[in-house]
């Protein structure tokens, strides 16, 4: 079930998460899956596994329990043995897993295991408790919803707004590289794709913003998923004090429900539109769209075959167009049945470099940047038991300490146009952009709750601390 992002259980959701007072505490975290039509939240973390420096930790109750070498070979299979396995946890894997560039302030894996979870969907708008890991925490949880539904429902953040011109919208904004080197590497790469005509390269540039600590990051999300139509899976986690990641991406890399895979291919982009016939020329009439869209398909299926039962691959979904805020994309869908045994940590372990070139030889071009990815192109997602999604991280945003990053990156072919490619990048980070402008023009919150009611809801969450 698909359904709108302004749909009640998500306000709802939002509502009860900003008002909890735990949208600012590491580990914390809400995801809305629009494939499946749930908001998961975890709060008041009991466990957390981290890798970063070829060192694996697990915190339990705030107390360091583990500190151990891991190689890279082994570490997801490290931390599947280092989760609780009966508790839910949300995730996100940096791509700079598989590079030479790291932010060493950052771990490369993070998995998170809250005390308690809620489940809001069309059929629980008001939340029910989905995971309590002892008597206590279900009843702490209890006690936040019971306070949560006393309160009215406020109203959208700051405003729908409108789109804004990309001049307008990148004020203030620096890019790693300017305009014109950007253009240059993209010429560059369509001229080494002339000698691979079913290659592929994914080429990104990156962007900060100062960031202001008056302003809510929550706030942030709830403006950037708003109005950023049929993605497929939202999120926002507070990973560490002051460390924030958001975002609404267009697709999953796999999602599983017992046996049964399920993998979104979303490629091929055009500027967002009610234009049928603008939309007919720009995908489906386009050679170059349509060879990127069927080559990104192919990929990922042989992907994903070693783990599927023979011959059990379907396409459910053929090239249909996804509506986003700022643009349009191609979106299939395929499902296959997972041999017996294999497991998410498995396929995780396999999967990057997500953008990365084909051929493989063709990565040091495409991947040319000296500077860490941090968590764009990587995935986040949630798993409980045998079901869960990971989910490719773009369209997101990591606010650290007083620096907002942002990245953006384009598919290009031997046909590739790289002038379009340039204004496909700005098509995809308006979303996220207008969002950022419209919160820096907000009133500055003294609190993440400002304005949250009054002293049941406190007094709960009070209680549950």
Known sequence: MTTGENSSYWERACRFFRGSGWADTAGSYLVHNKNSGTVKIGLMPQRTVSVGGGILRCVEDGRQT?????????????????????????????????????????????????????????????????YARDPASEQQGADLLRAALAQPLPAPPYGAGEPGEWAELADGWTPAEDDDSFLARLTDAVGVLQEH???????????????????????????HARRNGDYACGHFACLDDGVYSLGTTPENILEVDGPTLTVDVVAATCRSTGDEEYLAAELYDNPKQLKEHRSSLRNRQDRFRPYCRPDSIRVVQDMRVKTLRNVCHLHSVFTGELLPGVTVFDMLDNIFPLLGARPRQLLAVADAEPAPHRYYGGVFGHLHRATGGCFLNIRNALLHDDVIHAKVGVGVLKESNPYSELVETRDKLAGLLEATRRWRSAPREDRPDAGEGPAPLQVARDAAR
């Open 197 to 223: 005509p079913d290659g592929k390269m994914t080429l990104t540039r990156a962007y900060t913003h100062p960031r202001d600590p008056g302003h809510s990051p929550f706030t942030l999300y709830e403006l």
């Open 66 to 130: 583990l500190s151990a070498p891991v190689s890279e070979d082994q570490i997801f299979k490290r931390v599947e043995q280092s989760l609780h396995q009966d508790a839910p946890s949300f995730f996100i894997v940096s791509p700079d897993l598989r590079r030479r560039y790291v932010d060493s302030a950052l771990p490369l894996v993070l998995f998170v295991q809250p005390a308690v979870e809620f489940t809001f969907s069309a059929e629980h708008p008001d939340g029910r408790i989905g």
